[in-house]
C-alpha cells in the first residue's frame, strides 16, 4: 500500500472547508478532495471559530490566506504594534519600503523594553510579510494628497464590472463613517467675558461617529449608525432601543472598530438592503463600496456573509476625489445637523440671557441628538445623493458645484438663528469654523507611535476605563407613569386639533400614542381580582 502525500492545507482551504461543512457536504468527500484524512477534515471543523477569527484579522486582500498555521510571532506585542502602524500607513496611502518596515521595528522593539539582542533581519522581515500576507512593499514616491491616476484606474474597472455583471444602480451602495461633535456650538456663544473672571463653560468636547450609506439613486438611505463612549446612556434607559431613529452602539472612545462595523454589516445592511429589495420583487446582486479604513474587516470576512453582496473597496487615497459620501453628502448632513441643534436652542428658549441658552445646551443629551441626527438626514436631498455619485460613476457633474447656493442660504439662516439666541457676535467666519470643527475626523483613530504602545502594552488600563465610562452613566432616573404621559398627550392632542397645520394623519397617530397610555393607566389602576392570584 502506497504512502499517501502529505498535504498542508492553505488557511484559505481550511476556511472553505468549514464554510462547506456548514452547507452540509460530508467529511468524506472534502477529505478525498483536499487529498488529506478524514481526521484533519474533523480538526479543521474543531478549529472553526479560530480559524474565522484568525482570517478576519489579516489582509486578505494582499493574499495572506495561503498561510498554512496560525503560528503566532515570539513577541505578540512587537509584531501587532508593527502591524498596526502597517495597516494604518497603508489606508493612508503612504507608500512603505522593507527598509523602512525593519526600521520602524527596530524603534518598537527598544520603546516596548524588547530583547536587546533583537535584529528587524531580512529573515524577520520575510516571516513577518508571511505572518499578515504582504506580498511586496514598494516605494512609489512621495505620498500625495490624492492620487488621481489611481482614481481613473478604478472608475474603468468598476464601470466595466457594472456592466459585465448587470448591476443596477438601484443596487449599488456607498457607507462610510465619520466623526461628530453632537453638541459643539460656535466658540463666541459659549465663550462670554464673564469666563475672564471664572471658569465657566467651555465649547463641548463630545463626538461620536456617525455612519451614512445610501445607494447610487438616492432612493434607499439606512438608518445611521451612531457610535457613543457609553454602552448604557442614562438618557437610554427605558427606551425601546428598536423604535430610536438611529441605530446606536458603543466603543470605548466612540470610535469606529471592526467588531462595530461587521455587526452593522451582518444586523442592518444586509436585512435593510434586502427588505428594501423584496418590496420590489425579488433579491438582486448588491454592491457595497467602501474605503480601505483599517477598521473594515477584510473582502474574504465580508464577501462571504451573503451571496447576492459583493464588497469592493477603493483605492487607497481616493476618498477626496471618488467616495460618495465625501462628495458632500457628509458636508451636508452635518450642516444640516447642525441648523436642527440651533432649532432646539431656540424652541426651548423661554427668556432672554446668556444663562438661559448655557442651562437649555446642558440639557441636550444623546437621545436628543439622535432625533436630531434622524431629521438632518433625511433632509439630505434625494438628488444630492444621486449627484454624489457623478465622479465615480463619470457622469461628468461636479456634485458639489452646484451645493454653492445651498451652503451660502445655510449659512445665512444660521447667523439669523443665532442672533435670534442673543449671539449678535457670531458672524459668517465663526459660524464656517463651526461647520468646519470636525472635518478632519474619519470616525476611527489616526494612531500616533505612542497611540499604538500604549494600545498594545496597556490593556488592562483600557478595560478600566470602559468599566468606569459605563458605571457613571447608569444612574436611576424618574421615570414618567403612564397617567402623567395620558395627561400630556390629551393636553397635547386638544391643543393640536385646533393648529391650522394639523392634519388627519397627525391627529390620528397622536390619538394612538394618547391611547395607548390611556389603556396602560386603565391597566395600573384596575383593582386585581382574586383569580389573578392563581393565574401562572
Known sequence: MSKRKRVVLSMKDKYEINKRLEEGESATKLSLEYQVGKSTITDIKKQKTNITNFISQLDSSDGSTSRKTMKLASNTNLDDAVYKWFTQKRSQGEPISGPILCEKAVQFNEKIGGPSNFQASTGWLKRFKSRHGIRELHIQGEKLSADSSAADSFKIKLRDMLKQENYALENVYNADE??????????????????????????????????????????????????????????????????????????????????????????????????????????????????????????????????????????????????????????????????????????????????SLIKNHKKIDLKDASYMIRAAWDSVKEQNLRKAWNKVLCMGVNPQSECVNERQEDMSEMINMLKNLDCHECDEEEVQQWMNIDDEDPGYQIMQDSDILDLMTNKADATKSTSSTTSSDNEDENIIGASEAFTCLDIALRWFETQAESDQYQISVLKKVRDLAARKRVGLLRQTKMEDFFKR
Request: charged residues 30%; hydrophobic residues 40%.
Open 178 to 355: 465619520t466623526g461628530l461633535n453632537w453638541k459643539a456650538l460656535p466658540r463666541k456663544i459659549l465663550a462670554s467675558r464673564r469666563e475672564l473672571a471664572a471658569p465657566g463653560p467651555k465649547i463641548s468636547k463630545d463626538r461620536i461617529t456617525a455612519l451614512a450609506c445610501a445607494n447610487a439613486t438616492g432612493s434607499h438611505r439606512l438608518p445611521m449608525l451612531v457610535i457613543g463612549k457609553s454602552k448604557k446612556p442614562r438618557c437610554f434607559k427605558h427606551v425601546n432601543m428598536s423604535a430610536m431613529p438611529i441605530v446606536y452602539t458603543s466603543q470605548k472612545n466612540a470610535w469606529m472598530d471592526s467588531t462595530i462595523f461587521m455587526k452593522w454589516f451582518t444586523e442592518t445592511f444586509i436585512p435593510s438592503v434586502k427588505t428594501h429589495q423584496l418590496k420590489n420583487g425579488k433579491r438582486e446582486k448588491t454592491l457595497l463600496l467602501l474605503d480601505n479604513a483599517p477598521t473594515h474587516p477584510s473582502l474574504d470576512i465580508l464577501n462571504e456573509k451573503d451571496d447576492f453582496i459583493k464588497i469592493m473597496f477603493f483605492p487607497p487615497n481616493v476618498t477626496s476625489l471618488l467616495q460618495p459620501m465625501d462628495q458632500g453628502v457628509i458636508e451636508s448632513f452635518k450642516r444640516y445637523y447642525r441648523k436642527e441643534l440651533l432649532r432646539k436652542l431656540l424652541l426651548e428658549k423661554e427668556e432672554e440671557g446668556e444663562e
